[in-house]
Nanobody, 122 residues
Framework: QVQLVESGGGLVQAGGSLRLSCAAS????????MGWFRQAPEKERELVAA???????HYADSVKGRFTISRDNAKNTVYLQTNSLKPEDTAVYYC????????????????WGRGTQVTVSS
């Protein structure tokens, strides 16, 4: 069982930055692929970024060059550094864990956090 708790969301002006964190419980965190997803009002949930246990990463085209996913296995934490934020980045951001990267890329994750709100004002 893995529990995920996100933090770091908030209100920021366009062009600003936020660093989201996801703290995971459990001793096998390093075995999981991790992902950040987001869901805006009246829109479907979408994958933002994913990272394998070994550190290889995947990004949605809409965030490439602006967002960076990273993980610290010693701290059981995954991060999402968001830069050059745009109003269209406004959403609830969710952290998720999967036993395989493919599951994360497909949104078929084993564990989900409750989300943190990111609001970008124009």
């Amino acid at each position: 069982q893995v529990q995920l708790v996100e933090s770091g969301g908030g209100l920021v002006q366009a062009g600003g930055s936020l660093r989201l964190s996801c703290a995971a419980s459990g001793r096998t965190f390093s075995n999981y692929a991790m992902g950040w997803f987001r869901q805006a009002p009246e829109k479907e949930r979408e994958l933002v970024a994913a990272i394998q246990s070994g550190g290889s990463t995947h990004y949605a085209d809409s965030v490439k060059g602006r967002f960076t996913i990273s993980r610290d296995n010693a701290k059981n934490t995954v991060y999402l550094q968001t830069n050059s934020l745009k109003p269209e980045d406004t959403a609830v951001y969710y952290c998720a864990a999967g036993t395989l990267l493919l599951k994360v890329l497909r949104g078929n994750c084993d564990y989900w956090g409750r989300g943190t709100q990111v609001t970008v004002s124009s």
